[in-house]
């Protein structure tokens, strides 16, 4: 079966604080993509990366870096962490350079920067 | 610029009625398109896809979803919902120049007994 895991479900944090999530998928793809969700706004695209060191920015990638030193891990960073960056974040990986090819979603970290 | 919408920001169906939920794409050509269920607490999970072929595609769960050109829609049904169906439903889109997978702003599905 088919997996992709997030370090923490629920993570609280101090505005400034660095914080580092996790994401690790266990299907050998190629693709790994990190999202927020807010209500209202669906799914926006933070980074993507395509292959190991590789990155891209995606639709909202102001505060935000990456790391995929693994082909099987995808770390977000938040370097200095602010209240509006109080979200659920979703990784997501996909096989191969195909667009259609299904994504497949880990459970997401509600992060809250107070 | 390429976009998906879903007019529906909230629907409540009873249990046993026929639901359908709206999506309509913006795009230069047809993209690719997905509908993807998130049940409180989780991640998304793909009900179908569209790439090509029969518009009427079979998903998992006894969804169904129908593609319709000319009204540039993907509209997802099922005839008989379940309480279990309670959850938020995007659609989504790959094509044209990005390689992005665009989503919806969702609906969120609530199933009265």
């Known amino acids: 079966d088919v997996k992709v895991t997030q370090s923490s479900r629920y993570l609280v944090k101090r505005t400034g604080e660095k914080v580092f999530l996790e994401c690790v998928q266990d299907?050998?793809?190629?693709?790994m993509f990190w999202y927020r969700q807010d209500p209202g706004l669906g799914l926006r695209l933070i980074y993507f990366?395509?292959?190991?060191?590789?990155?891209e920015k995606g639709d909202i990638p102001e505060g935000y870096s990456v790391s995929r030193e693994k082909k099987e891990r995808f770390s977000l960073i938040l370097e200095s962490a602010s209240t509006n960056q109080t979200s659920m974040y979703l990784c997501?990986?996909?096989?191969?350079?195909?667009?259609?090819?299904?994504?497949?979603f880990g459970p997401g970290t509600r992060l809250t920067v107070l | 610029a390429q976009s998906v919408t879903q007019p529906d920001i909230h629907i409540t169906v009873s249990e046993g009625a026929s639901l359908e939920l709206r999506c309509n794409y913006s795009?230069?050509?047809?993209?690719?398109l997905f509908w993807y269920v998130q049940s409180p607490g989780q991640g998304l999970q793909l009900l179908l896809k569209?790439?090509?072929?029969?518009?009427l595609v079979q998903g998992i769960k006894g969804f169904e979803a129908e593609f319709k050109r000319s009204q540039s829609s993907f509209n997802l049904r099922k005839p008989s919902v379940h309480w279990s169906d309670a959850a938020e439903y995007f659609c989504?889109?790959?094509?044209?120049?990005?390689?992005?997978?665009?989503f919806g702003t969702g609906t969120l599905l609530a199933v009265q007994p």
């Open positions: 299907m050998d793809h190629e693709n």
């Open positions: 795009y230069g050509a047809t993209p690719y």
């Open positions: 990366s395509y292959d190991v060191k590789m990155k």
């Open positions: 989504a889109a790959y094509g044209g120049a990005t390689n992005k997978l665009i």
């Open positions: 569209y790439f090509s072929g029969d518009t």
């Open positions: 997501a990986s996909r096989w191969g350079g195909v667009s259609g090819n299904e994504q497949f």
